[in-house]
Each structure stands twice: as C-alpha cells, then as structure tokens.
C-alpha cells in the first residue's frame, strides 16, 4: 500500500497527551469541526480571514518540513516534496500532486483533499465559496522549502477546488512580487504548563489506561488515498496551531469591531458541533462496543469513558472532578489551545486577559449534552434535530472557563452547568 | 441468501456501507477468505479493537472491506476516488461471491 513507503518523521509525545510531528503539536479533528472552524472564521467576509487560513497553514507545513527535513537527512527538491506529499496524506489531508513545482512555482493538483471533498458531508446546502485554502498554504510551504525560499514566496492564482464542482483540485503557485513576507511563524508545541495532572478518579467502572492500549493498535493513519474514514466521520491528525491561529486571529479582528463576545461564543458553537459529531461518532462506533461499552454502567462511566478517547486525541490530559446531571467540572492540562496562546502571544510574560479554550469548553457542553440530553446511550441517529434538542448553545449546558492556563493557573478548568 | 445492503448512518455521501448477512452468518475466518477469493488483488490486514480482531481488505483505491466489526456484518469503504460505476461493479463482485455460499 502506498503508505508504507512513506518516509516522515517519528511522532513524539510531549507535555500532558500531547503529540508532536517533527516539532509541529497534532490534533484529531473531524471534517465536521473543519467545517464549522472554517464556516464561523468566514462568516464576515470583511474581516479578510482567507489570508490568514492559508498563511497559517503554510506556516505550520513550512515548521514540518523544515524540520522534518533535518530529522531525516534529506537532500535536495524532490526528497523535500516528497515529504511534503507523504506528510500531507498520512495526515489526512489528501493526495498532493507537486510533480510540475518548481521554484519558480507551478500547478499544484489534489486529486484527492479533505477540504475539498469532505466538509460538504457536515454541511446542508452548497458551497459559495472554495474551500480548499489549507491545501494551497500547505503546497506553497513545501515548494518554498524544497527550493529553499522564504515563507510567504509564493501566491495562489487559478483556484479551482472540489468544494464547488472541480473533477480535481487544482491551482497554480506563483512567485511573490517583491518577494515573500512571513507575518506570524508557528511557535512549536508552545508553552507547556507546569501542572500535574488529578489522579483519575476511582469510582468509574472505565479503565482509562486500557482504553488508550487498545485505541493505540488502531490505525489512525492516511489510508492509500490521504483519507481517515473513522468513527462515522472523516478524520485529519492537524496542525494544533492552525486552529489555534485562525481562532485567536478571528477572535482579535472580531474584538476590533466590538463583537467579542459574539466571536467567541461562534467558536464554542463549532466545539459543540465538533464534540456532537465527533464524540457522538465514536460513542456510536463498532470500536467504542468493542473496547469501552462494555466498562460502562452508568451514564458517568460513559463520560469517563469519552474522556479517555479524549486523551488520545492530542487535546491535552482531561480529568473528570465531578460530575452528575447537573453539572461538571473538568480540567484539562496542557490544552492546546491555551498552550498555543502562550507560544504566539505570551512572551515576556504576558497572560491572556481573557480564557482562550473554546473548543475544550464547547466539546465539555456537547459531551454533557450528548449523555444527559441527547441519549447516546440508546444509539440515537445524530441528525440535526437531535443536535438542536440536546446539545445547542442555549438548549443543552453551558461552560464557564473558571481557571485557565493561559491566564497564568496550573490547568484550565471547565465548569459545565444544565440550562434549566 | 438473503442480503442487505445498507447505507452507513453516517455513510458520508455514500461512501460507507454495511453488508448484513443472513443469520446464521459464516464465521468471521470464512468471510475473511471468501472476500481474499473473490479479490484476490485485495491487500489483506487487520486491526486489534481491545480482543477483538477486525479483518481488512483493501483494493486501493476502490474499496475497503472490513469484516468483525460487528458479528454478520462486511463493512465496505468505498475510496473518494472510486467512481460511481466501479462501485456497482464492486458490489456485483461481491454478491456474486456471496451467492456461492447459496
């Protein structure tokens, strides 16, 4: 299989379940979350997000490849684009045809893209616009690498995408006039906290250590074509900062017009849906009978059960303190988030003046939504209607972010409380 | 043989598709070799669900076949890239192969 020749760096884990690809943080998001992530940063197109998208994608490419390129003693162009084209499929994201790339540019094709192709299935209606921004940042990092040029060296012209009736993705690389510019560089795994994690609590029938065991013989890789079918939904092992960038950018340029507020609360929206379909995905999954129901008693142990997924996502280490129908409270270290606000803004010191963890807090609302109000219990269908019922913001529960790790505390803490 | 074909709750636009066999269903080994038969290009793995162990065939590019997932069921992932005509020829492969078994 095409796969096993593939030729990539080795993946690290550091910090509190956190998980590196020659240096660059890796999340699990479904092509839900890569939908609605994408669709709320767009919403106002004078906000000029599509810049930002790209370029945050090249960004984290161009840390991959620059390093992974050192990691493997690679030489010259094509060794480099050929990383890129293994990276790019093993992740998730598709298949990247780099063969007519030179410095000078090129036609760059994704017969196969993630973005091109799969959002459509998390969205009712057609796309307006292309969706494939990602897969243009990612191309011109490995070109620019390859050739060694600067970031920012080329732009994109000739889109043509999938997302809006292209037989194949397709668009050509062109070099910058007056020559590249590099606004914000990824920071790595960024700032890690110092906290050490809860002890997991004992009065759950789950066993967490056996969960992740037997989620590690699972396959998580790209399949042949760059794809990971999985849990009902379409995975991709992404960059944990290009959410985070896209998110904090949209959030300061939202901030700017007098609707933070609003900015934010559209982020946690993209968690919940994030946490409806992903952890309802796999809480309905053929894998979670095979290796988890049959641990739970209770509707606790579910969610126990869920956070032990959780920690194999690359999100950080989640605890459960307590929970009921109620309400929750759940920490989380080392979110990625928050440790990704460190990387990109905390230097000489500085803290958030706000929480920052909006995927955590809109996945801690689905996850309670799903078990207390959705009944994922009885194998419910994961339809519109019963998102709307049991997991929508002002229907289901709602999270305050009561410590943060971004403001300066050891953890980030989600108090998750039912709306009555 | 009573066969269904049905489409995955969550089949992504067709992409994923579960096969439920008649009961009694053949055991999961005898799925596994009827399917390396009737594909012979098939590449043949499997993966580890805790105990439990869930056979894949693949024939890249165009499907993936994944029988254990749950008992009498073949699961079919058709590749983004297998276009709607070799997926028809796929499935008459496939029940053509399951109406030996009668």
């Not at chain 1, 142990?301 to 129908?325: K, P, Y």
Request: charged residues 25%; aromatic residues 8%; hydrophobic residues 40%.
């Amino acid at each position: 299989m095409d796969e096993l020749t593939r030729r990539l760096p080795a993946i690290d884990g550091v910090g509190q379940q956190r998980a590196t690809l020659a240096g660059e943080p890796l999340v699990f998001h479904c092509n839900h979350y890569n939908y609605w992530i994408q669709h709320t940063v767009r919403l106002d197109a004078s906000l000029g997000m599509d810049p930002v998208i790209r370029d945050a994608a090249e960004s984290c490419a161009r840390g991959l490849l620059e390093r992974g390129r050192s990691e493997l003693g690679l030489r010259g162009p094509d060794a480099v684009l050929s990383l890129a084209r293994d990276c790019f499929a093993e992740l998730g994201f598709g298949m990247l045809d780099l063969s007519k790339a030179s410095a000078e540019g090129g036609v760059v094709r994704t017969p196969v893209s993630h973005y091109g192709q799969t959002l459509a299935s998390a969205c009712s209606g057609h796309f307006e616009r292309d969706q494939n921004l990602f897969d243009q940042g990612f191309a011109a990092a490995a070109v620019a690498v390859a050739f060694e040029l600067e970031a920012g060296a080329f732009e994109v012209r000739n889109n043509r995408c999938m997302s809006r009736g292209a037989d194949a993705g397709e668009f050509e690389l062109v070099r910058r006039a007056g020559g590249g510019a590099s606004p914000w560089p990824s920071p790595g795994i960024g700032v890690l906290g110092e906290g050490v994690p809860a002890a997991r609590r004992e009065d759950t029938h789950t066993d967490e250590g056996e969960i992740l065991a037997a989620l590690s013989g699972l396959d998580f890789s790209g399949n042949e074509e760059g794809l990971i079918p999985r849990f009902g939904v379409i995975l991709t092992r992404h960059f944990a900062n290009f959410y985070d960038r896209i998110s904090f950018e949209f959030v300061e340029r939202m901030r700017g017009s007098g609707m933070l507020d609003e900015a934010e609360e559209l982020l946690v929206e993209a968690g919940r849906r994030c946490a409806y379909n992903t952890f309802g995905g796999i809480m309905l999954s053929g894998e979670w009978d095979a290796v988890i129901r049959s641990q739970c008693q209770t509707r606790e142990d579910w969610a126990h059960g869920m956070v032990a997924v959780i920690n194999a996502l690359g999100w950080g280490c989640w605890r459960i303190i307590e929970i009921d129908e109620r309400r929750a409270v759940i920490r989380v270290w080392d979110d990625y988030e928050s440790t990704g606000w460190l990387g990109m803004y905390g230097g000489e010191g500085r803290r958030a003046d706000r929480p920052v963890s909006y995927l955590a807090a809109g996945g801690a609302e689905g996850l309670m939504g799903l078990i207390y109000r959705g009944g994922i219990i009885d194998g419910p269908a994961l339809d519109e209607g019963l998102y709307q019922r049991s997991c929508q913001g002002g229907v289901g529960y709602v999270c305050r972010q009561t410590r943060s790790l971004a403001q300066g505390d050891p953890y980030t803490e989600l108090l998750v409380e039912a709306i009555e | 043989m009573s066969l269904e074909l049905v489409p995955h709750p969550r089949c992504q636009r067709g992409l994923r598709w579960t096969l439920i066999l008649p009961e009694p269903a053949p055991a999961q080994a005898a799925i596994t070799a009827g399917l390396e038969r009737w594909f012979p290009e098939a590449v043949v793995g499997f993966e580890r669900w805790g105990t439990r162990r869930v056979d894949r065939l693949i024939v890249q590019f165009r499907v993936e076949f994944r029988v254990g997932e749950r008992p009498g069921d073949i699961g079919l992932l058709f590749r983004s890239c297998c276009a709607e005509p070799d997926r028809e020829l796929i499935r008459a492969r496939l029940f053509a192969g399951l109406a030996e078994w009668g």
